[in-house]
């Protein structure tokens, strides 16, 4: 098996957007998988950042049996022994409560476009085979994900691949990939998605990223090391 992981960003990069590559690049390392960081408009120069993370179904990667693309702001969490390329781990990306209402906000505003009868990825990660790669890529047109551009972005165009190819709805377990930096489940999660919000006498509030990061750090449970 040969599997890479991916990260993008278009711009100047910051602190946290560097400690997480080196965070990744790391875990890329310990489960036996090569790492690219992709910077700039690698997949439409017209289209925004976020949009450029559907460069993962791009022809060039067909030699991996697995592509993972993950946020700027994700993390692994310390100790963690969890190998998202064991065969074991089925699904392509997270999905939860706010995607369902994205899904339906998609249908509302483009109901040429989205139906929630097939899957609505979260866009900080994706696990995807080079078959479904195929799959999806061959369904890219130019006049629809130009609609994706101001709203939902790669989620967007994720979902609409998903319509245009019919594929079964496919979710990885939210609690254990993927995780929010503020849900209470953190010690058992095996990547943490750092979000600009905390949880205070039990509701969210907004906090600074990288003032939750160090926080984490703090507790444990992300290595701080670089």
């Given at each position: 098996m040969?599997?890479?992981?991916l990260?993008?960003?278009t711009?100047?990069m910051?602190e946290?957007?560097e400690?997480?590559?080196?965070n ?9 998988a090569?790492y ?5 408009n690698?997949?439409r120069p017209h289209?925004?950042?976020?949009c450029?993370k559907?460069?993962m179904?791009?022809e060039s ?6 592509v993972?693309m ?15 390329f064991?065969p074991?781990i089925t ?9 369902d209402?994205?899904?339906k906000k998609?249908r509302?505003?483009y109901?040429?476009?989205g ?8 866009g900080s990660?994706?696990?995807?085979s ?18 994706f551009?101001d ?7 994720m ?5 245009r ?6 979710y990885?377990?939210a609690?254990?990939?993927n995780?929010g930096s503020?849900e209470?489940?953190?010690e058992?999660?095996?990547?943490i998605?750092i979000?600009p919000?905390k949880l ?13 990061y160090?926080d984490?750090v ?7 090391a670089?």
């Amino acid at each position: 098996m040969k599997n890479i992981i991916l990260q993008h960003w278009t711009g100047k990069m910051g602190e946290l957007e560097e400690r997480s590559s080196i965070n990744i690049c790391k875990y890329a390392v310990k489960v036996g998988a090569e790492y690219r960081l992709l910077r700039g408009n690698v997949f439409r120069p017209h289209l925004s950042a976020p949009c450029q993370k559907v460069f993962m179904l791009d022809e060039s990667f067909d030699e991996y049996d697995d592509v993972v693309m993950l946020d700027l702001d994700v993390f692994t969490r310390k100790g963690t022994q969890g190998d998202i390329f064991d065969p074991a781990i089925t699904g392509i990306g997270r999905h939860a409560e706010v995607q369902d209402r994205l899904v339906k906000k998609l249908r509302y505003m483009y109901p040429h476009l989205g139906d929630p009868r097939y899957p609505y990825w979260g866009g900080s990660i994706h696990k995807i085979s080079r078959d479904i790669r195929q799959r999806l890529r061959q369904h890219i047109r130019e006049d629809e994900i130009i609609w994706f551009n101001d709203n939902f972005h790669d989620e967007g165009i994720m979902h609409r691949l998903a319509v245009r190819a019919k594929l079964d709805v496919t979710y990885l377990d939210a609690m254990v990939w993927n995780a929010g930096s503020f849900e209470p489940w953190l010690e058992d999660a095996t990547t943490i998605h750092i979000r600009p919000r905390k949880l205070v006498d039990g509701k969210k509030v907004m906090c600074d990223k990288m003032t939750n990061y160090l926080d984490l750090v703090d507790r444990g449970l992300i290595d701080g090391a670089c």
